[in-house]
């Protein structure tokens, strides 16, 4: 399966920010995902000029639209995610009640919440939708931060995970 993760990194080009990006991910590659690819399926996301990369000051209409596009999606695949744990129809106290470590049952509905409670809690996972690879975190606060201070710094890189 193949997800598209918006990647914040602080470079001073285009090209560095790729590499930065692809730097940092060959060193955690198969901790969620088992390859990935700038752009990828998603080559060309951000229009002619800059396909898989923007910078903040240069297009920041852009990037805040795309950023924005992305919380949103972080957002619906985490109503997905309680949405079918909650069509399971189980309770946290049923799974609790129930549970036997002499028996391995995976529960969908059970790890549909893994999936959300992981992204809550700020894991980078493949619902995660962007990350900030100079903060190691999921949050949007660093980030802010350094368009405050070096918006020409500033860029997100698409990149394609397989998983």
């Not at 893994?114 to 190691?136: H, I, N, P, Q, R």
Request: hydrophobic share 35%; net charge negative; charged share 30%.
């Amino acid at each position: 399966m193949h997800t598209v993760q918006l990647l914040f990194v602080e470079a001073n080009t285009h090209q560095e920010a790729v590499e930065i990006v692809d730097s940092k991910i060959n060193d955690w590659e198969g901790h969620w995902s088992d390859w990935h690819a700038i752009g990828g399926r998603w080559s060309g996301i951000f229009g002619e000029n800059h396909p898989d990369v923007i910078n903040y000051k240069n297009e920041p209409e852009l990037f805040e639209k795309y950023l924005n596009d992305f919380v949103e999606g972080r957002r619906k695949r985490l109503e997905e995610c309680l949405q079918r744990f909650e069509e399971g129809g189980k309770s946290l106290s049923q799974f609790v009640d129930t549970y036997n470590p002499e028996i391995f049952d995976i529960d969908m509905n059970l790890y549909s919440l893994k999936c959300m409670v992981k992204v809550l809690a700020g894991d980078w996972t493949y619902d995660s939708c962007f990350f900030d690879l100079e903060a190691y975190s999921e949050t949007l606060v660093p980030f802010r931060e350094r368009v405050a201070t070096r918006p020409e710094k500033q860029f997100v890189v698409a990149v394609d995970f397989h998983f």
